[in-house]
């Protein structure tokens, strides 16, 4: 009987011994796999971009984020269907009113494409331009003959046509726009030249944005 006690003993005190080994052993492995310096797996995002023809501007908000707006440039509208001439940025351009129906939308087209500042809301402009209308296909106004025209864009102090068909254009450019009666002087006229619900042809040539 005392023989068989012991080892049954002699088996328990073996199993204990097995079992503090493993669990050692495991104890030890974990270890060795927490500080093995190994990070865990990341998951990388990419993200494509597609360039845009408009210029964006990226305003930081009280939360920390940022919105990103995007300026219509000429692009973003019909373009104009018979344009005027280029010319030479700088000196006076020919104005050329199309033989066809007038537009009812705005048609927007840069002659010469600007390098400079961007023509935003807000900003001071300071222009040349040249006005011609349909009613009379001739030229009834510029800006050339006395001195550059100043003014905000985008409060209402000219027409709405150049308040949208400015938008976008960079300094150093040339833009021809032709503004249908609504974005005009609609049903009133304005003197010789300009007659009621008429279209007008612009080109103007952007000196500075301030």
Known sequence: MEHMQRQAKRRQTIRRSVIIAVVAIVVVGSAALLF?????????????????????????????ASTTTTTPTASAFAPVG????AGKYGTAPT?????????TKLEVSDLIKGTGTTATDG??????????TYSSHKVVQSSWT?????????????????DEGMLGMRVGGRREM???????????AQ???????????FVVDLLKVS
């Open 36 to 64: 093995s310096g190994k990070s865990s797996p990341t998951t990388t995002t990419t993200t494509s971009t597609t360039a845009s023809s408009s210029p964006t501007t990226t305003v930081a908000t009280s939360t920390g």
């Open 146 to 162: 006395s001195s550059p025209f100043s003014f905000q864009l985008g409060v209402g102090a000219v027409i709405k046509g150049w």
């Open 178 to 188: 032709i503004i249908p009666p609504s974005l005009g002087y609609k049903n009133v």
């Open 82 to 85: 018979d344009p005027s001439p």
């Open 95 to 103: 104005v050329i009113v199309p033989t066809t129906a007038a537009p």
């Open 123 to 132: 900003r001071t402009l300071e222009v040349q331009y040249v006005l011609a």
């Open 191 to 201: 003197g010789p030249g300009i007659t009621a619900n008429d279209t007008l042809v």
